[in-house]
């Protein structure tokens, strides 16, 4: 397992932007694809992006597709996600996590169940 923290969070203003950070440890972090996931107050925790091990492919949630960018530098271990035009219903604590898998991850078919490390959360609050 990889141990994952998360930064970057914070407050604010309906069409503003912040970037959000997760740094891995140990020296395998380049062989995980890894995802962001969020959960807004009384809902279910949801996908937001992913990131294939090397960096090549991305996959967005329809909510967010075209306003948020996952990347990852392995060499700095620390995917990360810009998150742009946010909008008050964006306000969730935001986890990133690593996949399992032990073959080719396919993103578009990757579950929450798939991700084996969850990092301990960081909060976005978008305010009208």
């Known amino acids: 397992q990889v141990q994952l923290v998360e930064s970057g969070g914070g407050l604010v203003q309906a069409g503003g932007s912040l970037r959000l950070s997760c740094a891995a440890s140990?020296?395998?972090?380049?062989?995980?694809?890894m995802g962001w996931f969020r959960q807004a107050p009384g809902k279910e925790r949801e996908f937001v992006a992913a990131i294939t091990r090397s960096g090549g492919s991305t996959y967005y949630a329809d909510s967010v597709k075209g306003r948020f960018t996952i990347s990852r530098d392995n060499a700095k271990n620390t995917v990360y996600l810009q998150m742009n035009s946010l909008k008050p219903e964006d306000t969730a604590i935001y986890y990133c996590?690593?996949?399992?898998?032990?073959?080719?991850?396919?993103?578009?078919?990757?579950?929450?169940?798939?991700?084996?490390?969850w990092g301990q959360g960081t909060q976005v609050t978008v305010s009208s």
């Open positions: 996590a690593a996949e399992r898998l032990s073959g080719p991850v396919v993103l578009h078919r990757l579950t929450e169940a798939d991700f084996g490390s």
């Open positions: 140990g020296r395998t972090f380049s062989s995980y694809a």
